[in-house]
Structures are given as C-alpha cells and as structure tokens.
C-alpha cells in the first residue's frame, strides 16, 4: 500500500514537473516579444539617442540575452541534454557576465537620473554621446572580467580529458573548484555593497531635491525618486540571482527532483520577475516612449482611427441653436 502511495505522489509530482517547462516557455516568449518591441521602438525613433534610453535599450538587450540563455540551460537540465564541457563553461561564463552587466546598468541609470535632476544645469555636457560611449565600455568590462578570469582559471585546473567531456549543462560545474567559488562569491558580494551604496546615496539626494524644489519640478522629482527606487528592487533581485547557484549546489547534489523545483522557483523570482520591472519602468512611465512603443505595437492603428476621427469631427457641420 505504500508503494503504490509512493508511486501516485511520484507520479503526480513527474506530471506537474513536466507542466512547469510549458509555464515557463509562454512567460519567457511574452516577455522577449515585449522587451523585442521596446528595442524596435528604441531604433525606430531618433528622439531616443539620448543616454536615458540608450540605458534601457542595453538594458532590455541584455535582460532579453540572460533570460533566453538561462531558460535554455533550464530546458537541457530537465531534458537532460548532454554537452560538451568547453562550450557548457563558455555559456555560462556570458550568463555570468550579462547577469553582472545588468545591476552595473541600473546603477548607471540611477546616476543619470541623479545628474538629470540634482545637476540640471550640468547634464548636457556631461550625457554626451562620447561619455554614454566611455560609460558603455566601463560596464562591458567590469562586466567580464571576474567572468573571464573564474573561465581561464578553471580551465587550468581541469585535467585535459575532462576539458572535452559530455555534461549537463549548469552554472554548478564552474564552482567545482572551492577557493574559486569562493573568490567569486567574495567578488559579488563586494560589487553588491557597492552598487548599493551608491543607488542609496543617489536615492538620498534626489529625495533631498525633491523636498526642496519649486512645485513645477516637484514632480519630476518625485518621478525621479520611483524610477531609482524600482531600480532598488531590480538591483537586488538581480544581485540575488548570481548567489542562485550557491544554494542550488547542496540540492544538486542530493536530489534531482527537489533541485528541479527549486531551480524553476528561483528562474521565476530572480529572472523572471526583475525582467518584468523594466518594462514598467520606462515602457509604461514614460509618457513619451509609451506612446512610440503603443504606435508600434499596434502597427499604428490606434492613431490612425485618431486621425480619421478628428478628420470625421472637422467634416461634420456646426449647428446653432436659436432660442
């Protein structure tokens, strides 16, 4: 009688596993339709050259690259699709790097938003187009350099035969080697603090702006002050994510199915969700790219029937009344 219990909660429990990659595969296309829609808004229109936007669309790009990759390693662990080991710590490797590209980004767009708000009169000179550049080459590589260096170091403790091995591909290979782990953990966590205290103090002074401006900034102020916020939120949901494998690891190692589970709650909260938070950010509080976005996204339909009923209005011949 046991068995047969322990056998249907096995059963049971396969088939909403086997429910969950489907789940998975429906959030993930809208959101890259979503996020590919914001870029094509982003090429389409030159009023979106600016380093505000050139943020987000870096911002989308990578969001977009990270989620695609890590639901692909998710859907070869389940599958458990084999690969070989050169090119599995390669992908890694980029998901690692676009996973730090991202927080180091919202803190770049905080400080624009800083210097928007704070230093209004400085901020043409200083969002030039060869600054946003300077600035773009800084993230890049800060962004692959603790990447680049765990890969290189790896590879020189792995032994040769290893090296063109088959796997399953996942980012609990690459922390094999202990004190290595531990140098990237150290890394992230220092990188973490960092970028915390300067969206904190940003956040501080743009409130201190806030306060103290005349009403007709207030509330741009104000809007300023939600934008770093969300970006807050971002910034340690998606810091969250690089310590995913750390806790990954122990389930990995114990169990398949119980690591299958905490994978796909993990891919959801800190993959997923900080990828939802973009969208709302610019695609739908800013007035300005909302309107590009809506235009594009419904092939321009919307302002056309505008146009037609403005058209309809001027056409139909004014009637006055006499008492």
């Not at 322990?6 to 998975?24: D, G, I």
Request: charged fraction near 15%.
């Amino acid at each position: 009688m046991s068995l047969t219990l322990n056998n249907l909660s096995s059963t049971s429990s396969l088939k909403a596993l086997s429910e969950k990659p489907l789940l998975v595969q429906v959030v993930v296309g809208i959101l890259l339709y979503v996020n590919g829609l914001m870029i094509f808004t982003f090429l389409k229109k030159e009023t979106f050259r600016d380093t505000r936007y050139i943020l987000f669309a870096q911002t989308l790009f990578v969001d977009s690259a990270l989620m695609l990759l890590s639901d692909l390693t998710l859907l070869g662990i389940f599958y458990q699709y084999h690969m070989q080991m050169i090119p599995c710590c390669m992908i890694c490797s980029l998901m690692n790097s676009l996973a730090v590209c991202s927080p180091i980004t919202l803190v770049a767009m905080c400080l624009e938003r800083y210097v928007a708000i704070c230093l209004p009169l400085r901020h043409a000179s200083i969002s030039t187009p060869k600054n946003t550049f300077i600035g773009l080459l800084i993230i890049w590589n800060v962004s692959f350099a603790l990447p680049l260096f765990i890969i290189i170091v790896y590879f020189t403790y792995l032994p040769p035969g290893v090296m063109f091995s088959y796997v399953v591909c996942s980012g609990e290979i690459m922390l094999q080697v202990k004190w290595l782990a531990d140098t990237r953990a150290a890394t992230l966590q220092l990188l973490f603090i960092m970028m915390l205290c300067i969206i904190v103090s940003t956040y501080i002074k743009i409130m201190i702006a806030a306060r103290s401006a005349s009403s007709e900034n207030k509330k741009s102020s104000n809007k300023g002050l939600k934008t770093v916020l969300l970006h807050g939120i971002q910034l340690l949901l998606c810091m969250a994510q690089l310590i995913i494998p750390y806790i990954e690891m122990p389930f990995w190692k114990l169990d398949v199915m119980l690591f299958m589970n905490v994978r796909y709650s993990n891919f959801i909260l800190f993959v997923i969700l900080p990828r939802c938070l973009s969208p709302l950010v610019y695609g739908l509080r800013d007035k300005k790219f909302y309107n590009a976005l809506r235009y594009y996204a419904f092939c321009g339909i919307c302002n056309q029937q505008k146009i037609q009923d403005s058209k309809t209005l001027k056409d139909v011949p004014s009637i006055s009344i006499h008492n």
